[in-house]
């Protein structure tokens, strides 16, 4: 904050006009008497107006409070910087202005019995301290954007869903090994998979295969551990009917998305 002196004996009003003194980095207008005007008639209180300005561009601040010390007089400033302060009885005063990105300052103001001062406060611009932001980043693949990965994922759909820094943490060897621990699959054969299911089938089995959909076209390819786990960008699993649109099926399905197209079979 600064605080600097602001010297009283400027120049009275002349033929009708201010005449504006620069004193110690505050700008003020000789101090129009109000005899016989408002303040008189209520009881000679005086006032203090005037504008908040960038020391720089000499711009009007807004939302800036200028305020008298150990006073309850204060007001904010309008969007070309003008305030008023009424109501005040004759004397000394410290003002101060305090803005948002601006540095703090007060002067001292002497204010006659009945008059009405204006000044103008420059403030300098003081670079914002702000304590350390925690920023949450989410990074998504484009690729599963554009497929609807995660706005099926978010829809409530009973499915699992693994975008590649999933799939990365799991470190897996083989597809496989991504299948494996979801519940309701069983990987059997080598790399082939059956879904396990609450109806009962004509054959009496536990379960029947999933339908496999790469790259949004639907595949008979059925041996999962052809394919990479490093070539992977996404893959959705669905145990049993439920699964959204097009990829529905009794059995079940699962949904692979390659991070470069692969040739289908």
């Known amino acids: 904050m600064a605080r600097l002196p602001l010297q009283t004996g400027l120049p009275l009003q002349a ?26 008639q209520a009881g000679s209180s005086a006032g203090v107006q005037g504008r908040v300005v960038d020391a ?15 006073t309850r007089h204060r007001a904010a400033t309008d969007g070309r910087g003008r305030f008023r302060l009424e109501g005040l009885s004759g004397g000394t005063y410290v003002i101060g202005v305090t803005r948002l990105g601006y540095e703090t300052r007060a002067d001292t103001l002497f204010v006659g019995e009945g008059e009405l001062v204006e000044v103008v406060l420059p403030m300098g611009r003081t670079p914002l301290e702000i304590e350390g932001l925690e920023v949450e980043v989410t990074r998504r693949s484009y690729l599963l954007e554009m497929r609807g990965f995660y706005d099926r994922s978010l829809q409530g759909f009973r499915g699992t869903f693994l975008d590649r820094a999933a799939i990365e943490d799991r470190d897996p060897l083989f597809v496989t090994d991504l299948l494996r621990n979801i519940p309701g699959v069983e990987v059997v054969a080598g790399s082939r998979l059956i879904m396990s299911q609450s109806v009962n089938f004509y054959d009496g089995g536990r379960g029947c295969e999933p339908s496999l959909w790469l790259d949004g076209i639907r595949s008979g390819w059925r041996n999962y551990d052809d394919i990479r786990p490093d070539h992977l960008e996404g893959l959705e699993v669905y145990t049993g009917s439920g699964a959204p649109g097009k990829y529905n099926d009794l059995c079940g399905t699962v949904v692979i998305w390659t991070r470069l197209p692969m040739r289908r079979r």
Do not use: K, R, W
Not at 19 to 39: D, E, F, K, N, Q
Not at 56 to 70: F, K, P
């Open 15 to 40: 033929n009708g006009l201010f005449t504006m003194a620069a004193v110690a980095g505050i700008c003020m207008l000789a101090p129009l008497s109000l005899a016989g005007g408002l303040y008189a």
């Open 56 to 70: 720089e561009s000499g711009d009007g601040v807004q939302d800036a409070e200028v305020y008298l010390e150990g």
